[in-house]
């Protein structure tokens, strides 16, 4: 699953995957409403993370347990990388995934994370991209973590410039601007 997100860290695109798990739509995501579905014992260890990772503007990842709308709960996996745009790499927001690791129960050991490198967890057949749109920032994330590991800061620019407009064309098409398969305004 896909998310993206403003500077202000409020979500402007989620994945269709996300309202099937947690019966929330879009509109009852944005401004932190997504941290009425995480677990009760893991919303502060997340809120700290995200906050913090959006005050430095750096990469983050966090495992926490999320409450789906059938009365499961789920382990998942998040993180997200910075984008940045002209001029002066201005930060923009985030673009992000999140992975089912799994069933999870109240007995489990709480949420965990950090700032710094996100790698996304590689689960072939988990909740795949719903459309073209969500498997080109499924890539473009792990691309991420690889030039961020060479170096290279003028291609680094050029791939953050490029994670900032996938995730515009996610919120254009989540908001029925734009066709989420090939990018297209209606």
């Known amino acids: 699953m896909i998310f993206v997100t ?24 944005t401004d932190y409403g997504w941290m009425d579905v995480i677990h009760p014992d893991d919303r502060g260890t997340v809120r700290r ?6 005050r430095t503007q750096q990469a983050f990842n966090v495992r926490y347990r999320l409450l789906c709308k059938d009365g499961r709960r789920l382990w998942l996996a998040s993180g997200a990388v910075p984008s940045f745009g002209p001029p002066d790499r201005t930060f923009l927001g985030f673009l992000g995934s999140l992975t089912s ?5 109240d007995s489990d050991a709480p949420a965990s994370g950090g700032l710094g ?23 473009l994330i792990a691309l991420h973590v690889l030039m961020k590991q060479m ?7 050029i791939l ?25 305004r209606h």
Do not use: C
């Not at 993370?49 to 959006?54: D, H, L, Q, S």
């Not at 170096?151 to 620019?157: F, K, L, P, V, Y």
């Open 6 to 29: 403003n500077a202000e860290g409020k979500a402007i695109y989620v994945s269709p995957d996300w309202a099937e798990l947690t019966g929330r739509s879009l509109a009852e995501t």
């Open 49 to 54: 993370i995200v906050e913090e990772a959006i």
């Open 101 to 105: 690791l799994g069933a999870a129960t």
């Open 117 to 139: 490198d996100f790698t996304p967890p590689l689960q072939p057949g988990v909740l795949t991209p719903s459309n073209d749109l969500e498997r080109l920032a499924d890539h």
């Open 151 to 157: 170096g290279g800061r003028q291609a680094m620019n």
């Open 160 to 184: 953050e410039a490029a994670l900032f407009q996938i995730g515009q064309e996610l919120a254009k098409a989540a908001s029925g601007k734009s066709d989420p398969a090939t990018g297209t």
